[in-house]
């Protein structure tokens, strides 16, 4: 069994059962095996902008078995995702303005994610306002002590939320 961080175990419990999920920026496709191995969602496309960590996740993915259930791709953010091809969306371990970027640029891709759940390091406020200007409600927040640093976990889905405040 596949033992991930306290962190990504965090972030990966946000995901809701039985999700087609898509992993941005999968760096070793530790969550989307993990989420598997627990028969926590039914799926997972596992993507990376680079060659190096894509190969990473395709050694861990043969060695777990999930070859049927959790397809690779090279991709930049949503470049190679189909509309319809997941419901949830995992995006953890990189900046806001990335994040902030990758969401806007893949708004029509991901046209059929219902579920975001987002894991920014840096610019959370950011995140925020972007999620709200662009018409999603963070529906839980989570922070997270993980050896010794503190990381903020959100999972939001398409619709108004409550008035914007800086607080």
Avoid: C
């Amino acid at each position: 069994m596949l033992k991930i961080s306290d962190r990504l175990a965090t972030v990966a419990r946000l995901i809701p059962k039985g999700a087609n999920l898509v992993d941005i920026g999968t760096d070793h496709g530790y969550v989307p095996i993990w989420l598997l191995q627990n028969g926590w969602i039914s799926s997972a496309i596992a993507m990376d902008v680079n060659k190096g960590p894509l190969a990473r996740a395709k050694e861990n993915r043969d060695r777990y078995g999930f070859t049927d259930v959790m397809d690779l791709r090279l991709s930049n953010g949503f470049e190679k995702l189909k509309s319809g091809e997941g419901d949830s969306v995992l995006i953890a371990g990189m900046g806001g303005p990335l994040m902030i970027r990758i969401i806007e640029e893949g708004r029509e891709n991901a046209s059929s994610i219902q579920t975001w759940v987002l894991q920014p390091q840096s610019e959370i406020p950011s995140v925020r306002r972007y999620l709200h200007e662009h018409h999603f409600d963070i529906i839980d927040e989570i922070m997270l002590k993980d050896e010794g640093k503190y990381y903020m976990a959100m999972k939001a889905v398409p619709g108004e939320a409550l008035p914007w405040t800086s607080i």
